[in-house]
């Protein structure tokens, strides 16, 4: 009896898949592999339905013999296990990152024997009325504000990164990448106050409104499913902060970071070379806590972000104020550094693990860029924001087109870097 293998990321059966387990039946015994959260958030979007649910689903099909997990997008865990004769996948992955996944297949059956199977992919109206109805479902308020810390469960570091309209979010949400065998994609996204701010050609000093603000974070919500994160700035008034939380969650935001500063906040990246005073612990403190006694979900996160570092208060004043807002109900602290070396804030983040292991420790290294992501893990943290990049490439580009139509008196010779139409077509979704 042959082995045929087959892999499922999906959350719900239908037509399709079956179409597939018919035609690999026909090739022998029907293992079927059922893709690990971990692996399936790298490569695809967040599960609708938990792990076992969507093992016993798989189980379910009369004509399955055998499920196992699959815990690597990459088969090299399958042909160690099964050692499959055939492998059966729909045509739709011979383009795009799914084309690496292909490519390895190829070359385990070339180094194992076997052959691939690969049935028309099917991509009908009612396979697309599915795939809309479970997105549509992540969508939703009470499905997306729990899901950072979901993520958090699931992911060693959960990644963000900033967006300020629907198109940045569209970025946010679509793009993958497949490289040296791993797949990745951003996790969450950040609404920065500077980048929110610089969109509307604003100064970022709390001159946006709420009413603004809130329309941004709806922009991007109505063309994606991850979670968002958004910077509070202070939080204001502790009287106005405590209306911006339950604005925020009923939205379906998933956390609000506010920083301890008071009276006419600048970006933090200025430092010391203008004027910004810190809050007293005790005041923001209070702050927190109001805000804590209003919160109606689990799941929303009120994250304090420590600007002792930025102000030159020192790490002591820094480690001081982490543990007294942990203390009055904080969910996650922010250390921040506008220094280029990372030192500061991994003393600040193993000092503070020391005594506390589990508050989600969350950074942005916009000045300290060198650290890697796995350097910041091994520091305990649990959130890197990539708070500004995407604002930061596009706006030199738009300006050195601008100045280029202007000195050509025509748009050819702009041309050659301008993203072709049907692309831009093609990340946006039609119903
Ligand atoms: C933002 O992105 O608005 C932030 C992070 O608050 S920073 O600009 O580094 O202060
Ligand atoms: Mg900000």
């Known amino acids: 009896m ?9 959350d719900t059966i239908h037509e399709g898949h079956m179409k597939i387990i018919h035609c690999a039946k026909q090739y022998g015994e029907l293992v ?4 690990s959260d971990q692996a ?22 009369p004509e399955v013999d055998r499920v196992i997990v699959q815990h690597d997008i990459m088969y090299d865990q399958v042909f160690q296990e099964i050692h499959p004769d055939y492998v059966v996948h729909g045509d739709n992955w011979k383009s795009g990152p799914t084309e690496a996944i292909r490519n390895n297949v190829l070359h385990l059956l070339e180094q194992n024997g076997g052959e691939l199977i690969e049935p028309v992919y099917t991509y009908n109206e009612s396979v697309k009325r599915i795939d809309d109805k479970l997105r549509e479902k992540l969508a ?15 992911r060693s ?8 309209n629907g198109l940045t979010g569209l970025i946010a949400e679509k793009t993958i990448v497949a490289n040296e065998g791993e797949f990745d994609q951003f996790d ?5 106050s500077l980048c929110d701010s610089t969109a509307k050609g604003k100064p970022d000093i709390e001159l946006v409104d709420a009413t603004s603000r809130y329309r941004t974070i709806d922009d991007v919500m109505e063309v994606t499913t991850k979670p968002v994160i958004f910077d509070g700035d202070t939080g204001g008034m502790t009287e106005h902060f ?13 956390a609000v970071i506010i920083e301890d500063k008071t009276g006419l906040k600048k970006n933090s990246l200025f430092g010391t070379e203008v004027r910004q005073t810190q809050a007293g612990i005790e005041e923001f403190s209070e702050k927190i806590a109001a805000a804590k006694k209003v919160q109606l979900t689990e799941d929303f996160m009120i994250i304090a972000r420590i600007e002792s570092l930025i102000l030159e208060q020192g790490m002591e004043d820094a480690l001081t104020r982490a543990h007294a807002y942990v203390e009055a109900g904080a969910d996650g602290i922010m250390i921040h550094s506008r220094r280029e070396e990372p030192d500061e804030i991994l003393e600040f983040c193993d000092r503070f693990r020391k005594e506390n292991k589990n508050t989600p420790i969350v950074v942005v290294p916009s000045s300290f860029n060198v650290i890697t992501e796995e350097e910041l893990k091994k520091h305990g943290v649990n959130i890197v924001i990539y708070a500004n990049q995407l604002m930061r490439s596009a706006f030199p580009a738009m300006v050195q087109t601008a100045k280029d139509i202007l000195t050509y008196h025509r748009a050819k010779e702009v041309d050659d870097r301008l993203m072709p139409i049907n692309q831009i077509i093609t990340l946006i979704d039609e119903l």
């Not at 042959?2 to 999906?10: A, I, W």
């Not at 405590?242 to 998933?254: A, F, I, K, N, Q």
């Open 40 to 61: 399936m958030i790298r490569y695809n979007r967040f599960p609708t339905v938990d792990f076992e649910q969507r093992l016993k689903i798989v189980r379910e099909i």
């Open 140 to 154: 939703m308020p009470e499905y997306r504000r729990k899901r950072l810390r979901q993520m958090m469960e699931i």
């Open 32 to 35: 079927v592999g059922v893709l």
């Open 157 to 164: 570091l959960v990644k963000a990164i900033e967006v300020h």
């Open 188 to 192: 969450a996204m950040w609404i920065s």
């Open 242 to 254: 405590v209306y911006m939380v339950r604005t925020l969650e009923r939205m379906g935001v998933s």
């Open 2 to 10: 042959k082995t045929v293998y087959t892999c499922f990321c999906t």
